[in-house]
C-alpha cells in the first residue's frame, strides 16, 4: 500500500502561482511513477502530469504545458506540482496518483494507477 497526501492548494488571483505536494508513504515511492489529475466542478477527472520513477521522463496535458512543472524527490518521498501563470479555467481538486507501470501509461489513462490521494482544492478567480 502506499498511501498519498496531498497539500498546497489553495484560492489565488489569475497569474498567479501555487505548488503543489504529494506525500507519500507505505511502499516504497521511487518503484512508482507518479503524477496528477484535476476534476472540476460538472466535469469529469483529467490528467494533468506525470513522471517517471526516475524523474527523467515527464509528460503534460496540452492545456498545462509551459506553465506546470511536475518534479519529484525520492529521498523526501515527495512530489510535486509548480503551477505558473493560473488562469481561471485551473480551478479543481487536484489528485496525486501513484501508477506501477510507466508515466508514458499514466498520460494516456488513469485505469492502471493504483493509489489516489484525497485530493486538494485549487480555486483561481479571475
Known amino acids: 500500500q502506499v498511501q498519498l497526501v496531498e497539500s498546497g492548494g489553495g484560492l489565488v488571483q489569475a497569474g498567479d502561482s501555487l505548488r503543489l505536494s504529494c506525500a507519500a508513504s507505505?511502499?516504497?515511492?521511487?518503484?512508482?511513477?507518479m503524477g496528477w489529475f484535476r476534476q472540476a466542478p460538472g466535469k469529469e477527472r483529467e490528467f494533468v502530469a506525470a513522471?517517471?520513477?526516475?524523474?527523467?521522463?515527464?509528460y503534460y496535458a496540452d492545456s498545462v504545458k509551459g506553465r506546470f512543472t511536475i518534479s519529484r524527490d525520492n529521498a523526501k518521498n515527495t512530489g510535486y506540482l509548480q503551477m505558473n501563470s493560473l488562469k481561471p479555467e485551473d480551478t479543481a481538486v487536484y489528485y496525486c496518483?501513484?501508477?506501477?507501470?510507466?508515466?508514458?501509461?499514466?498520460?494516456?489513462?488513469?485505469?492502471?494507477?493504483?493509489?489516489w490521494g484525497k485530493g486538494t482544492l485549487v480555486t483561481v478567480s479571475s
Open positions: 507505505g511502499r516504497t515511492f521511487s518503484n512508482y511513477a
Open positions: 513522471i517517471s520513477w526516475s524523474g527523467i521522463s515527464t
Open positions: 496518483a501513484a501508477d506501477a507501470t510507466t508515466a508514458r501509461a499514466m498520460a494516456i489513462t488513469d485505469n492502471y494507477v493504483d493509489y
